[in-house]
């Protein structure tokens, strides 16, 4: 489930047509769908209604077959793909068929499996890409991190929640979901290239109606940069929102986790000692992402308002989030954090993706299966 074949999810709309009589060339062309997990249909000569021209989200044409499509019904989506740099004439063929773009392989071999596996996967906007971070150990950024993912499932929108700090115990634990079937990030481990965004979250343990990218209980402590990229890129194009908990000191894999971060958020206890901890914890942060705002853990005790915990710290304030009465025994009852709609946790979330996610990341198109959020 950790290569690149795409699960059917139901997000699947069909695979390119291809349209060549050149036989070598269609067979790398196959070879590069095969490559993408999508099932290409293929078109001999002259394609008509029946063969996909106007309703297959990717049309791929040699160059053999490019003058006799002249005069056919213009459409996005399609690529004219050739093997000779320098045929100046190719982009005259091009512009013939109202190709969005020329290709020549193998130079083009990358972006055109990519490509494919787009239109495969009907990809649409990337996912709102929210991590959350502690200023200081245990200020609460794995509990706001479950918080967000859980208000966000509940509100309808397709949600995934990343565990990028393997020393934190694993966010399945968090969820009550250690024993849930699915995988975790050792079997990720080698991923390289690229992901399919509907198997990552088929191979996935589902908790409280979102998916989860969790640690096991074994020794493994890091993920290898390129597994990293290839699982938050896959993330990212299955739209809906990812809350991404990373560790407050990043090795590489959490830098290329933060790299595709929208916005972070520094969970920061009302307390001078956390202040200090929080401002060399978000200057290395800040070295990867501009957006990086404060979350001010209330403590009427310390004498701090947030909005001076904000300014010391030099960061926007997202808010201030009281301390909830009886937060730890709903945990040990086994509710996720932000289960109570009506507690300041489940306030504060819900106020923030009110302000973080545009209106249409709650229509049907960002739901999941039957309406549910996955």
């Known amino acids: 489930m950790a290569s690149d ?36 249909e293929v078109a001999h000569g002259t394609p008509g209604p029946h063969t996909g021209w106007e309703t297959a989200p990717l049309v791929i044409v040699g160059d053999d077959c490019a003058p006799r499509l002249r005069g056919l019904r213009r459409r996005e989506g399609v690529v004219l793909v050739g093997r000779d740099p320098d045929d100046a004439s190719v982009w005259q063929r091009a512009v013939g068929i109202g190709a969005d773009r020329v290709l020549v392989l193998p130079d083009g071999e990358s972006w055109l499996v990519d490509r494919i596996a787009d239109a495969a996967e009907g990809v649409g906007p990337p996912a709102v890409t929210v991590g959350v971070i502690g200023g200081r150990g245990g200020a609460g950024a794995s509990t ?17 929640l990343v565990d990028a700090d393997p020393l934190g115990g694993g966010l399945d634990v968090a969820l009550g979901g250690e024993r849930e079937k699915g995988l975790r990030w050792p079997a990720f481990a080698e991923s390289r290239g690229r992901v399919g965004s509907g198997a990552l979250a088929e191979s996935l343990p589902r908790l409280h109606a979102l998916r989860v990218l969790s640690w096991d209980r074994g020794d493994s402590v890091t993920v290898p940069p390129p597994a990293m990229r290839a699982v938050m890129a896959a993330a990212r194009r299955r739209g809906g929102v990812v809350v991404v908990d990373l560790p407050r000191r990043l090795d590489e894999g959490a830098v290329e986790a933060l790299s595709q971060v929208d916005v972070g958020l520094l969970v920061v206890p009302a307390e001078l000692r956390a202040v200090a901890a929080a401002r060399r914890v978000a200057a290395g942060v800040q070295m990867v992402l ?15 308002t947030d909005e001076e915990i904000a300014r010391l710290l030099g960061l926007p304030l997202a808010g201030e989030l009281p301390w909830e009465p009886g937060l730890l025994e709903e945990l040990a009852r086994g509710a996720p954090p932000g289960a109570s709609v009506r507690g300041p946790l489940g306030r504060f979330c819900t106020a923030f993706w009110e302000r973080a996610l545009p209106q249409e990341h709650g229509t049907a198109a960002h739901r999941g299966e039957g309406g549910a959020s996955t």
């Open 144 to 160: 706001l991190a479950c918080a967000l993912a859980v208000t966000a499932a509940r509100t309808g929108h397709r949600t995934m």
């Open 290 to 304: 501009r957006d990086l705002r404060t979350v001010v853990r209330a403590d009427p005790a310390a004498g701090m």
């Open 5 to 40: 074949q795409s699960a059917d999810t139901g997000d699947q709309r069909g695979g390119p047509l291809i349209v060549t009589e050149d036989e070598t060339l269609l067979d790398d062309l196959l070879r590069l769908c095969a490559a993408a997990g999508a099932l290409p």
